[in-house]
């Protein structure tokens, strides 16, 4: 069975970082493209970056560049969303999805075919 499995989240204060990590079980993400989301109480899903199967393609929203960095270790089966800089307005759950692709990644959700189920992110003082 295909899974993600986020995890990393939590409370931090402003001006704080936190690492989220989307792990993949019963496939191998090497030949998936990651993206990850975020959707904030009352507000619609908005793609916040992803990254393409070899990791060499990136792309980010605006609202999180110079702050966001994505990555991934596909030995270790897992891609990560390195979170600098944290606002308050960054709360919300986070989840990542995955598309089997050789071309690139995108920010639409309507483009990947699996979802982990989020993590919790919440910055406050």
């Known amino acids: 069975q295909l899974q993600l499995v986020e995890s990393g989240g939590g409370l931090v204060q402003p001006g704080g970082s936190l690492r989220l990590s989307c792990a993949a079980s019963?496939?191998?993400?090497?030949?998936?493209?990651i993206g990850w989301f975020r959707q904030a109480p009352g507000k619609e899903r908005e793609g916040v970056s992803c990254i393409s199967t070899s990791g060499g393609s990136t792309n980010y929203a605006d609202f999180v560049e110079g702050r966001f960095t994505i990555s991934r270790d596909n030995a270790k089966n897992t891609v990560y969303l390195q979170m600098n800089s944290l606002k308050p307005e960054d709360t919300a759950v986070y989840s990542c999805a995955a598309k089997r692709t050789a071309v690139g990644c995108y920010r639409k959700g309507v483009f990947y075919d699996y979802w982990g189920q989020g993590t919790q992110v919440t910055v406050s003082s």
């Open positions: 019963g496939f191998t993400l090497d030949y998936y493209a």
